[in-house]
T-cell receptor, first 110, second 116 residues
Framework: QKEVEQDPGPLSVPEGAIVSLNCTYSNSAFQYFMWYRQYSRKGPELLMYTYSSGNKEDGRFTAQVDKSSKYISLFIRDSQPSDSATYLCAMSLRDDKIIFGKGTRLHILP | SAVISQKPSRDICQRGTSLTIQCQVDSQVTMMFWYRQQPGQSLTLIATANQGSEATYESGFVIDKFPISRPNLTFSTLTVSNMSPEDSSIYLC?????????????FGPGTRLTVL
């Protein structure tokens, strides 16, 4: 079993829809959870960062962590064509290397 | 947030040659990281570059193939040596968001390498 599992997509949704992106993980010791957004031909951009179970909101983005189920999600409200990118989940132990998911390619259709 | 730049942004190289990628951070950081992102794959950590000490390589990566320099707290280089087509990839450097913490990192724009 891989440490981090993420559906590669592609995921296509109409503009304005709510997008749900998910990852599962196997190491219950992970403490830090991140979402990165990567546009084509660009480096990953840190989008959300959290270390506790529950929800963290930032504008149209909500990161959700369920440590009991070893499951994290990123929700995007009122999706825009500019949200079209690859979204990578990532997690780590404290002061340890980051483990990335493979990324989900998201297409927002105008 | 840290601003990270990389040079070159892309290159096309011949088999058997070497390429050195430069990474510049706009603030002093103790640790810098080098990743590889192959097409359709996730980011794979190559090595951790600490200023003033030897780089620490991950399993499957060796210093002879990927020598790293870290001359100061804002700069690092990664060399891809004796290249083969299998080395075609995007190479990314990163640095931590918080001083001394590796759990969040900012990334450079990447270097897209094609080996013929």
């Amino acid at each position: 079993q891989k440490e981090v599992e993420q559906d590669p997509g592609p995921l296509s949704v109409p503009e304005g829809a709510i997008v749900s992106l998910n990852c599962t993980y196997s190491n219950s010791a992970f403490q830090y959870f991140m979402w990165y957004r990567q546009y084509s031909r660009k480096g990953p951009e840190l989008l959300m960062y959290t270390y506790s179970s529950g929800n963290k909101e930032d504008g149209r983005f909500t990161a959700q962590v369920d440590k009991s189920s070893k499951y994290i999600s990123l929700f995007i409200r009122d999706s825009q064509p500019s949200d079209s990118a690859t979204y990578l989940c990532a997690m780590s132990l404290r002061d340890d290397k980051i483990i990335f998911g493979k990324g989900t390619r998201l297409h927002i259709l105008p | 947030s840290a601003v990270i730049s990389q040079k070159p942004s892309r290159d096309i190289c011949q088999r058997g040659t070497s390429l050195t990628i430069q990474c510049q951070v706009d603030s002093q950081v103790t640790m810098m990281f080098w990743y590889r992102q192959q097409p359709g794959q996730s980011l794979t950590l190559i090595a951790t570059a600490n200023q003033g000490s030897e780089a620490t390589y991950e399993s499957g990566f060796v210093i002879d193939k990927f020598p790293i320099s870290r001359p100061n707290l804002t700069f690092s280089t990664l060399t891809v040596s004796n290249m083969s087509p299998e080395d075609s990839s995007i190479y990314l450097c990163s640095a931590p968001l918080l001083a001394g913490a590796t759990d969040t990192q900012y990334f450079g724009p990447g270097t897209r390498l094609t080996v013929l």
